[in-house]
């Protein structure tokens, strides 16, 4: 998220309050630059709509109901998903919501399905051919011999 106030004025401009719809991702609905942003946002509909627009044109992605309802955002409209789920990771779970959204569903069952791939190339390439391996080794070795 870009916490500069200039880029969200340029992104709202000229949008309709009463048809944009606000994906909020942010695992513990505590990410600075998120909730900025998210609270910007807020304030923008909330000035055009009334309070009671929250509900209605807000989503959350996120594991924290609680921090979400506080927001203002009905948790029937949270997508959730599991806690142990790593930040750079999350693309595959529900925090890919919103690249879902722009680059559309087929493009990212495609998506999904290229890290399908390289999951199985992982589990059954030999270790001299083994992309993913050779990375991690080729990563260890320039951090710790060429420095």
Known sequence: SNVDPADLVSTLDGL???TTLFVV??????????????TAARRWLVDALGEDAVAKHFVAVS?????VAEFGIDTANMF????????????D???GLSVMI???????AEF??????????????PLEH???VLLGLLGVWYANFFG
Not at 25 to 38: D, G, M, Q, R, V
Not at 63 to 67: Q, S
Not at 80 to 91: E, I, N
Request: no cysteine; proline share 3%.
């Open 130 to 132: 083994n992309a993913p």
């Open 112 to 125: 999904l399905g290229g890290m399908h791939s390289i999951d199985r190339h992982f589990a059954t390439a």
């Open 102 to 108: 722009t680059i559309g569903k087929q493009r990212f």
């Open 63 to 67: 594991t924290n109901a609680e921090r």
């Open 93 to 95: 779970s529900a925090i």
């Open 80 to 91: 959730g998903f599991w806690d142990w789920v790593g930040g750079r990771y999350s693309v």
């Open 16 to 18: 309709d309050p009463a």
């Open 25 to 38: 991702a942010s695992k513990t609905f505590s990410t600075l630059e998120t909730l900025t942003n998210a």
